[in-house]
């Protein structure tokens, strides 16, 4: 996460300046991580912010990616690790979703992320997933459409409860 989620210690930062100590060179290894992406991401990133829509007065963005994209841009689902973090940074939204279809098979995955009071753990459980309050997980024995119905539904009623 960069340092950036509530769990980092300061001992992530100790070890970080250690490894800068005994010369790692940073600008070099996070152009590495976080800014070299293959064309086929980069067609896997357009195809995502197409695909962004807002719910709930605008307090929830979610994308979503069918399968078809993954073959379409030759790339695959672990090209998506960042992806849960697109909607919740758009100023405004409360609740961030990412829905995808990792197959062809009818099953979709879903990572929730909030930025505020919303329990998207709590979401995520109902559905037989879990994790942190701000960061959770579920899949759907379910196609993207019936996903997003159900998930929008449990977000909406964890936004007003």
Not at 10 to 27: D, K, M, Q, T
Not at 89 to 114: H, N
Not at 121 to 146: D, I, M, N, S, Y
């Amino acid at each position: 996460g960069r340092f950036s989620h509530a769990n980092t210690t300061a001992r992530a930062f100790e070890i970080s300046a250690a490894l800068v100590g005994w010369g790692l060179n940073v600008a070099e290894t996070s152009r590495r991580l976080y800014r070299q992406l293959s064309p086929n991401v980069t067609r896997l990133h357009a195809e995502a912010m197409l695909r962004l829509r807002y719910a709930i007065d605008g307090r929830v963005a979610y994308l979503s990616l069918p399968y078809e994209v993954f073959e379409a841009t030759h790339s695959h689902p672990i090209d998506t690790q960042e992806f849960a973090d697109i909607p919740r940074s758009i100023r405004g939204v409360e609740v961030g979703v990412f829905f995808r279809q990792e197959t062809a098979d009818a099953v979709s995955k879903v990572s929730l992320r909030s930025n505020g009071d919303a329990d998207v753990r709590r979401v995520a459980k109902q559905f037989g997933g879990g994790g942190h309050v701000r960061a959770a997980g579920c899949t759907l024995a379910c196609g993207l459409p019936e996903a997003e119905e159900r998930i929008l539904k449990a977000v909406a009623d964890a936004l007003t409860s």
